[in-house]
């Protein structure tokens, strides 16, 4: 397990790098560096005069890894327009936007469980087909459509929850801007978080309803009621434990495609995380932060596979076994 | 002697989309304490619908049509889902065919023998551990502290196979029905494994079912057995008696296929034809358009499961 867990890191490092090497081209290719410190009313000479002081004119490798080292240290560069570095701006709004996407993680896995569970049990009641219509007809409805309708029926039409915005933060830790520690921040966190959810819902559901019905049909769940077990545990420790690793494996992917549908919900309710940011600073080509979004989120995604994989090995005994030899 | 099991009259019916088929068609027999007893037919025959139909666990589109299943005086089709439940795994075990399908791929032996003790004991844990640990001692497996740790796939075929024996053993019940139990281990292995299944039987009085294909293995184990041809059984007896003189055409069939019961070098009798699918059965006696004996009553009349001259019973119109 340990080398297992030693190996996956060294890729995920490896993918890092990757990373900022697509980083760094995007700079290279469109950034202005120049522009970003000293504006645009500088004379020609001057300009060549700042880019040489720092070292644009070397070739590209060289400056590549004069980038890896600064990104090593956290430095990404200035942003254009908050005028402060790039990372600081995206770590500021790094809390809104991660908790946004765990909220969301909560909710389909609390729905999409027992869902797929019931579904897969039960495929002819009423309610299952009942279920799985409505994930069809959910896989096919755009993000912004059931965020507006939402906002139209909970906040514009009801009055139950606020429309916009993350309301009342409170700083936790000194660094963590969260808005899960008042009442007010977890009202408005409700609709945006159900509004990412329900692109993976239907998915996860299926999914979930696929791999149940398939294992209540092997010979070992047909054994562990031969065997006297009561039905619940033969449901959840038999059968379900055994849908996991597909669905682990899944969830680990579908975390990247959820954060990158933070930036379309977030700029629906006025989010003020890293995607509203990102849209921002693609607005206003703010190259430096643009950058700084794209490595983070990398990082993000690397980090989170790397530990859906180790959490993986963990529950299956095999790839445990694989790693111990 | 008392009689621990008695089927009479059982019947599975399965709705399928092609129609309605009868897998078990009136089976009936009676097991002693401590009796052994074999379930012999070619496959498809019904043997193992036979086996899941004695502890009620038919899954649709399967569904016991009728016929009654007593055990030690219970009516076991009549009990509901909970009271079922406390009898399998517990009173009745079952051994199936490939230990590598039925033990659970992401739980650990020890999790599969200790959960079946506490289905049907209260017991604690570490209790239920020291018992898993003296039942895989029972059943010859090395180091069983260390087996308790480990996953289906780390063992041997014939260990696991143990192991399945062991999670049989572990509540001491008093009827194990083992479904082909070494069909799908290495032949080297087969008779070790049935030999320990045999000793096992004998040292806690168990009553054994042995539902095989394989007439040799049966007839080394059980002291009695039933042949099943197409849902029915067609012949009953001792053990002994059947194989050396069996009297139904298909029992005789089944015999001489055997490579023992024939000089070196002389070709094998294969039945003729193979087993009509259930969904159709000839009219008459199931095994007629495969039987040299069959007469025009065969295929009009089907034979009842009789008492014969000879002390056992026969389905056919032609044994006395
Ligand atoms: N789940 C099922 N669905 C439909 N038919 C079944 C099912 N299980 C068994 N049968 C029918 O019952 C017959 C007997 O099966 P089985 O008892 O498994 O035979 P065997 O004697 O080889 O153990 C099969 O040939 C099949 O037609
Ligand atoms: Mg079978």
Not at chain 1, 33 to 53: A, F, H, N, T
Not at chain 1, 213 to 233: C, D, M, N, S
Not at chain 1, 257 to 266: G, K, P, R
Request: glycine share 8%; aromatic share 8%.
């Amino acid at each position: 397990m340990f080398a297992f867990s030693v190996r996956r890191v060294a890729q995920a490092v490896l993918v890092m790098f990757v990373i900022s090497f697509i980083g760094f081209a995007i700079k290279y290719a469109v950034g202005d560096p120049v522009r970003d410190l000293v504006g645009i009313s500088v004379s020609v000479e001057e300009r060549e005069k700042v880019r040489e002081q720092l070292g644009l004119n070397d070739p590209f490798v060289v400056q590549w890894a004069r980038f890896l080292q600064k990104a090593m240290q956290g430095d990404l560069g200035m942003s254009y327009f908050f005028k402060r570095p790039a990372t600081d701006v995206i770590l500021k709004k790094a809390p809104a936007t991660l908790e946004l996407v765990i909220c969301s993680s909560f909710i389909v896995i609390l729905v999409s469980i027992p869902v797929g569970i019931f579904a897969a049990v039960r495929p002819n009641s009423w309610l299952s087909r009942f279920l799985m219509g409505a994930s069809i007809v959910g896989v096919s409805i755009p993000v912004f459509l059931t965020a507006i309708v939402l906002i139209y029926i909970f906040a514009v039409e009801l009055h139950w929850l606020p429309s916009y915005g993350r309301g009342e933060t409170q700083m936790l830790w000194g660094v963590w801007d969260s808005g899960l520690a008042t009442a007010d921040g977890l009202q408005h966190l409700i609709l945006p978080s159900i509004a990412l959810s329900s692109i993976m819902l239907p998915l996860f559901i299926r999914l979930i309803r696929a791999e149940m019905k398939e294992v209540l049909e092997t010979e070992y769940i047909k054994y562990a009621r031969a065997k006297g077990i009561a039905p619940w545990r033969v449901l959840i420790v038999h059968a379900f434990k055994n849908t996991l690793l597909p669905v682990i494996t899944v969830g680990g992917v579908q975390l990247g495609t959820m954060i990158a549908f933070t930036v379309l919900t977030e700029t629906v309710f006025q989010w003020q995380g890293m995607g509203f940011v990102f849209l921002e600073a693609v607005e206003r080509g703010d190259t430096s932060l643009l950058v700084a979004y794209l490595v983070f989120v990398g990082a993000v995604f690397v980090v989170v596979n790397t530990v859906v994989d180790i959490v993986y090995g963990l529950v299956n005994p095999m790839v445990r076994i694989a790693s111990r030899s | 002697m008392k009689t621990l099991l008695e089927v009479d009259n059982l019947t599975v019916r399965f709705s399928l989309r092609a129609g309605e088929i009868t897998a078990v068609d009136q089976v009936d027999f009676k097991l002693q304490e401590g009796e052994r007893f074999g379930l012999v037919g070619e496959s498809g025959a019904g043997k193992s619908v036979t086996g899941f139909a004695l502890i009620n666990l038919i899954s649709k589109p399967g569904y016991i049509a009728g016929g009654s299943v007593r055990f030690q005086g219970n009516e076991l089709t009549a009990l509901t889902d909970e009271q079922i439940r406390r009898v399998r795994g517990n009173d009745i075990c079952m051994i199936f065919q490939d230990p590598m399908m039925t033990l659970n791929p992401v739980l650990t032996i020890g999790t599969q023998m200790v959960e079946t003790l506490q289905a049907h004991r209260s017991i604690s844990t570490k209790e239920a551990k020291r018992a898993a640990v003296e039942t895989l001692r029972k059943v010859q497996i090395p180091s069983p502290e260390r087996r308790l740790r480990q996953y289906p796939h780390e063992l041997s075929g014939g260990m696991r196979q143990r192991v399945v024996i062991a999670v049989a053993l572990i509540t001491s019940p008093s009827l194990i029905i083992a479904d082909e139990p070494t069909t799908a281990l290495d032949v080297t292995i087969q008779a070790e494994i049935m030999a320990l299944l045999l000793s096992l039987c004998k040292d806690e009085n168990m009553g054994l079912i042995l539902i095989t294909h394989d007439l040799a293995v049966v007839s080394q184990v059980t002291q009695r057995i039933a042949v099943m041809y197409a849902g029915r059984i067609v012949e009953v007896g001792a053990t002994d008696d059947i194989v050396k003189h069996p009297r139904h055409p298909y029992t005789i069939g089944l015999l001489s296929a055997l490579p023992q019961n024939k000089p070196r070098g002389q070709r094998l009798d294969q039945i003729r034809g193979v087993m009509p699918t259930l969904l159709d059965i000839p009219p008459g006696c199931p095994f007629n358009e495969r039987c040299d004996r069959a007469q025009e009553i065969c295929r009009r009349q089907r034979p009842g499961l009789e008492w014969k001259q000879h002390g056992g019973r026969v389905a056919c119109h032609f044994v006395e």
